[in-house]
């Protein structure tokens, strides 16, 4: 099983950019799929998720309006559109899915609960 993110860059202060992130080996449909970051020098911390369903979306309090996560499980890819971007949101994105579907909210939010890891995509952001 891989998860493959791409989509990271330079850009200015109140750009957008999407990543991606594709899985194979495995069909995700029947499972929560996320999204993290960590920025140098400090811990990984959640920014999106998506339940299995694809009816819940899940947020941190950072990102909640700019950012947006969704899937295409045609395509086995979920993505992360990010708007408004700040120098903040710089940091190394990565993407994450779970065995199955989590049973809450907050189940969401930690990685602990996600088991495949895509190998990060970074982001920078030029104030």
């Known amino acids: 099983v891989q998860l493959q993110a791409s989509g990271g860059g330079l850009v200015q202060a109140g750009g957008s950019l999407i990543l991606s992130c594709a899985a194979s080996?495995?069909?995700?449909?029947?499972?929560?799929m996320g999204w993290f970051r960590q920025a140098p020098g400090q811990e990984r911390e959640f920014v999106g998720a998506?339940?299995?369903?694809?009816?819940?979306?899940y947020y941190s309090n950072s990102v909640k309006g700019r950012f947006t996560v969704s899937r295409d499980n045609a395509k086995n890819t979920m993505y992360l559109q990010m708007n408004t971007l700040k120098p903040e949101d710089a940091a190394v994105y990565y993407c994450?899915?779970?065995?199955?579907?989590?049973?809450?909210?907050?189940?969401?939010?930690?990685?602990?609960?996600?088991?495949?890891w895509g190998q990060g995509t970074q982001v920078t952001v030029s104030s």
């Open positions: 994450a899915a779970a065995h199955t579907t989590l049973s809450s909210m907050r189940a969401h939010y930690s990685a602990g609960n996600y088991v495949y």
């Open positions: 080996g495995r069909t995700f449909s029947s499972a929560a």
């Open positions: 998506m339940g299995s369903t694809s009816a819940r979306t």
